[in-house]
């Protein structure tokens, strides 16, 4: 059983930059892969961005590409997601989200929902003001 907890949320302006970090305990981090979600209220869980378990493959949302960096750390267990020129539609609470490794998975089909994940975060809120 993998444990996820997220950090790094808050308040933000319009074109400003946070960085969340989620760090993960009670399994072998290296062995899934991992992505973050958000969720706006009213709205569905959608996915922003993946990292593979070795941190060489990554796959983003149109809206976080060009603008939001996701990148691990297995020896630290952590997993991070920059986000620059930030948006006030980017608000929302952000989960992070693990998956066993699965050699016929590919990182593309987070972007087809929540379902891939195995485990999951309990958010951190994210909120950018215009």
């Known amino acids: 059983q993998v444990q996820l907890v997220e950090s790094g949320g808050g308040l933000a302006q319009a074109g400003g930059s946070l960085r969340l970090s989620c760090a993960g305990s009670?399994?072998?981090?290296?062995?899934?892969?991992m992505a973050w979600f958000r969720q706006a209220p009213g709205k569905e869980r959608e996915f922003v961005a993946a990292?593979?378990?070795?941190?060489?493959?990554?796959h983003y949302s149109d809206s976080a590409k060009g603008r939001f960096t996701i990148s691990r750390d297995n020896v630290k267990n952590t997993v991070t997601l920059q986000m620059n020129s930030l948006k006030p539609e980017d608000t929302g609470i952000y989960y992070c989200?693990?998956?066993?490794?699965?050699?016929?998975?590919?990182?593309?089909?987070w972007g087809t929902g929540p379902t891939v994940a195995d485990y999951w975060g309990q958010g951190t809120q994210v909120t950018v003001s215009s």
């Open positions: 989200a693990a998956a066993k490794m699965q050699p016929d998975r590919r990182i593309t089909d």
């Open positions: 990292i593979v378990w070795s941190g060489g493959l990554y």
């Open positions: 009670g399994g072998l981090f290296y062995t899934y892969d």
